[in-house]
């Protein structure tokens, strides 16, 4: 079946680094979205990439879908506290959306 | 809008014993999804509805079953709890395609002894 891998599983960086999450699948995608989950909260939505070779921002986040539209990543510049937690993407094609099983974020003040 | 709620939050089971979780949504949403999440495994989906009255099996729907009998509610049932179903659990609703933006609850804690 459908599967969408994301590395690294876990990251630890010093306030004011930047980060970044890659998200690839088995698969071509239509569209991938990605999630932000706060430690002890649920998963909320942050954005959707439909095209091939898109890019958005939000602020100081940057996220890009591939050429192939296989793969796609996630870049935070200069990290903050508030950017602690974990971020999902999710894919599909004909069934509902696949998660990756998402990278957890530290920040060190 | 309160949008998507789960009652309970916290629950605690023994072996054996039965529960149904409950979802409501107040969005008019067609797609609803319910999840699990282990450390380390990321939102595993269970079962899902395409609408009223409809069901259909996810990635790991073993020892679960749903119903939909209205569109705002989708119910997840435990008919003999294991620890293995120790986990949080999440519902979460899209409006008309399968790909629509998830709006997730705020997750439910069962704890199977």
């Known amino acids: 079946g459908q599967q969408v891998m994301q590395i690294p599983q876990y990251q630890h960086v010093q306030e004011g680094e930047d980060f970044t999450t890659y998200c690839n699948s088995s698969?071509?995608?239509?569209?991938i979205q990605w999630y932000k989950q706060r430690p002890g909260g649920h998963p909320v939505f942050l954005i959707q990439?439909?095209?091939?070779?898109e890019v958005k921002k939000q602020k100081r986040l940057t996220f890009q879908f591939g050429e192939a539209k296989k793969n796609s990543s996630l870049h935070i510049t200069a990290t903050q506290t508030t950017d602690v937690g974990t971020y999902f993407c999710a894919g599909g094609v004909n069934t509902p959306l696949v998660f990756g099983k998402g990278t957890r974020l530290s920040v060190i003040a | 809008n309160a949008g998507v709620t789960q009652t309970p939050k916290f629950r605690v089971l023994k072996t054996g014993q039965s529960m149904t979780l409950l979802c409501a949504q107040d969005m008019n949403h067609e797609y609803m999804y319910w999840y699990r999440q282990d450390p380390g495994m990321g939102l595993r989906l269970i079962h899902y509805?395409?609408?009223?009255?409809?069901?259909a099996k996810g990635e790991v729907p073993d020892g679960y079953n749903v119903s939909r009998l209205k569109k705002q509610n989708f119910l997840l049932g435990l008919e003999s709890a294991a620890p293995s179903q120790t986990s949080v659990y999440f519902c979460a609703s899209s409006f008309g395609h399968a790909h629509d933006t998830q709006y997730f609850g705020p997750g439910t804690r069962l704890t199977v002894l």
């Open positions: 990439l439909v095209k091939s070779g």
């Open positions: 698969t071509t995608l239509s569209n």
């Open positions: 509805s395409v609408g009223e009255g409809t069901t």
